[in-house]
T-cell receptor
Framework: EPEVTQTPSHQVTQMGQEVILRCVPI?????FYWYRQILGQKVEFLVS????????KSEIFDDQFSVERPDGSNFTLKIRSTKLEDSAMYFC?????????????FGEGSRLTVL | AQRVTQPEKLLSVFKGAPVELKCNYS??????LFWYVQYSRQRLQLLLR??SRESIKGFTADLNKGETSFHLKKPFAQEEDSAMYYC????????????FGEGTQLTVNP
């Protein structure tokens, strides 16, 4: 069964460094998302991406964040200059269409630790 | 603004007992409601959605618009139901984001 895959599973970085988290969505999916979960808190929406552009973003997704689909398969989240509070589990998700009730498929997550 | 509240962070029941995980939401329009589940060391996955009105693994959830609730129920809990359960809401708009509740950790004891 096709799955969303994410790399790396865990990354440790120093404050101020750039980080790129990578995702390979399910191949025939058209909508892509990033969510994050700070330890002990709820899963929060960051950004959605459709038709090669951002379709929606949250207030968390400020100028330090960017997303890209550099080729036909990868979907990346870049944090330009990491802060301590960026430490979280980052989940990539995709769905086949934007239809009502359409299932969202999640990756296993990338744990980011900022020191 | 859309908001989802799960009042219980932890819920513990014995095998065979009924279980109800509470979910309340606030949203001015007509929402889509979902339950997602995360078993230990596994990814988040869809359990059920209100639009399908289905029962999955013995779980059901009814959308009550008057009480703005979407509680998840199962008449006889099993040990394998132990997991983190998240209630989530989205607008009825193409590709709309999911807004999650805080999650309830369900433990089913033998």
């Amino acid at each position: 069964e096709p799955e969303v895959t994410q790399t790396p599973s865990h990354q440790v970085t120093q404050m101020g460094q750039e980080v790129i988290l990578r995702c390979v969505p399910i191949s025939n999916h058209l909508y892509f998302y990033w969510y994050r979960q700070i330890l002990g808190q709820k899963v929060e929406f960051l950004v959605s991406f459709y038709n090669n552009e951002i379709s929606e973003k949250s207030e968390i997704f400020d100028d330090q964040f960017s997303v890209e689909r550099p080729d036909g398969s990868n979907f990346t989240l870049k944090i330009r200059s990491t802060k301590l509070e960026d430490s979280a589990m980052y989940f990539c998700a995709s769905r086949r269409s934007g239809g009502v009730g359409e299932e969202l498929f999640f990756g296993e997550g990338s744990r980011l630790t900022v020191l | 603004a859309q908001r989802v509240t799960q009042p219980e962070k932890l819920l513990s029941v014995f095998k065979g007992a009924p279980v109800e995980l509470k979910c309340n939401y606030s949203y001015s329009g007509s929402p889509e409601l979902f339950w997602y589940v995360q078993y230990s060391r596994q990814r988040l996955q869809l359990l059920l959605r209100h639009i399908s009105r289905e029962s999955i693994k013995g779980f059901t959830a009814d959308l009550n618009k008057g009480e703005t609730s979407f509680h998840l129920k199962k008449p006889f809990a099993q040990e394998e139901d132990s997991a983190m359960y998240y209630c989530a809401l989205s607008r009825v708009t193409s590709g709309s984001r999911l807004t999650f509740g805080e999650g309830t950790q369900l433990t089913v004891n033998p």
